[in-house]
């Protein structure tokens, strides 16, 4: 007999295949490779050497200025509904961008 699974477990399972079907995926498996490869992060899990990666990978495509990363970092917290996080970090960019 087939276990049912919980909200919690079926919540789990649509995240994970909605992140495997994602355009990002090829990106930050790429760069979970690079990190690993570059930047010797061995003691990283697959899924934290992707995250970090894909931060690399945002770094240089903004060619290392922090305040659009900022700017996409609050974007993608606001989304998650991290609004207390998001609202934190439109501080932040306020404060850079009054210097």
């Given at each position: 007999m087939e276990k049912?699974?919980?909200t919690q477990e079926q919540l789990e399972r649509e995240i994970q295949e909605r992140r495997q079907n994602s355009p990002?995926?090829?990106i930050a498996q790429e760069a979970a490779e690079a990190?690993?490869?570059e930047h010797g992060k061995?003691?990283?899990s697959q899924e934290?050497?992707?995250l970090e990666g894909?931060?690399?990978?945002i770094s240089e495509w903004n060619t290392w200025n922090g305040l659009?990363?900022?700017?996409?970092a609050r974007a993608a917290l606001e989304d998650a509904n991290f609004h207390t996080e998001a609202g934190i970090i439109a501080q932040?960019?306020?404060?850079y961008e009054s210097k």
């Open positions: 049912q699974m919980t990002l995926m090829a990190c690993f490869n061995q003691s990283m934290e050497r992707e894909l931060g690399i990978r659009p990363i900022m700017k996409i932040w960019i306020a404060r």
